[in-house]
């Protein structure tokens, strides 16, 4: 699963949708529905917004994040 589907399975869980999450985090909505549609990687900056909104852990929507794993 890439970034794209966690993303929409996180929307529906948090009841909300891209157009809302678009207007809250400045990302557009095109942008977020092309993610999603290609099921993409989502950007390390993109992805820090929508972890913000969203008060999740940026690492459950970004696989490409520098804090994943364990820090040696």
Do not use: H, W
Request: hydrophobic residues 40%; proline residues 1%; aromatic residues 6%.
């Amino acid at each position: 699963m890439g970034d794209g589907k966690k993303l929409k399975e996180i929307l529906d869980s948090k009841n909300t949708n891209v157009r809302q999450i678009a207007k809250a985090t400045g990302i557009s909505a095109t942008t977020l529905y092309s993610i999603i549609q290609k099921d993409s990687n989502i950007r390390f900056d993109f992805a820090l917004r929508l972890a913000n909104e969203l008060e999740i852990d940026v690492n459950e929507i970004c696989a490409a994040s520098p804090f994943s794993g364990a820090i040696t």
